[in-house]
């Protein structure tokens, strides 16, 4: 049964750093999902930026299989995208959006991966490398903190790793992909 790993953190736990490495190292590939929000920076490229007007002109031609909105802007995958890859990084609103889709690729294992960081070290990450500003962390923050509360509190994961420490993170993270590939 093939396996798809879910990445589920919020902002500034160090998701896409993990992402991409497990992918280095385990030869997979990351899902790069649609969004509507601009560029962090020039050579950003971990989703698909688009236009509202594209993102309108996706939803109405493709099955969408994840969706969520973050503040004003939307992020999405399709199913042919999801097919493709082997490990996704997602909310858990879209979590929820991808289990109601869960009749379109009933063969497939998926193995949901919460990555656990203080508040602090996750905001210093935000502000240092992804340059974001006090106000844009904050305002993302907030509006993430309903939907984390929810999917921590009814633990809807299979797996917690603490990313406070990158190697120690690395370390057991790597072990569980290796129980499942």
């Known amino acids: 049964m093939k396996t798809k790993f879910l990445i589920i ?10 992402a991409y490495k497990l992918a280095d190292v385990f030869d ?3 899902l790069k999902s ?3 929000r601009p560029r962090r920076f020039p050579e950003e490229d971990n989703h698909i930026f ?3 007007d594209t993102a ?11 969706h969520t909105e973050i503040g004003e802007y939307e992020y999405f995958c399709t199913l042919p995208q999801f097919l493709d890859a082997d490990i996704y990084i997602i909310d858990p609103i879209g979590i929820e959006y991808l289990e109601n ?7 497939i294992r998926i193995v949901k991966i919460y990555i656990k960081t203080d508040f602090q070290i996750r905001q210093q990450r935000a502000l240092a490398h992804r340059k974001d500003n006090q106000q844009v962390y904050q ?11 929810y999917f921590l509190r009814n633990e809807r994961f299979d797996w917690v790793v603490n990313n406070n420490v990158f190697e120690d993170c690395w370390h057991v993270i790597s072990a569980i992909f290796e129980l499942y590939i």
């Open 9 to 18: 953190a919020p902002s500034g736990a160090g998701k896409d750093t993990i």
């Open 28 to 30: 997979l590939k990351v």
């Open 34 to 36: 649609y969004t509507t």
């Open 50 to 52: 688009i236009d509202n």
């Open 56 to 66: 309108h002109f996706i939803k109405m031609n493709e099955v969408i299989i994840a």
């Open 101 to 107: 889709n869960k009749h379109l690729f009933t063969d």
């Open 139 to 149: 305002s993302r923050t907030k509006a993430e903190y309903v939907q984390f509360d």
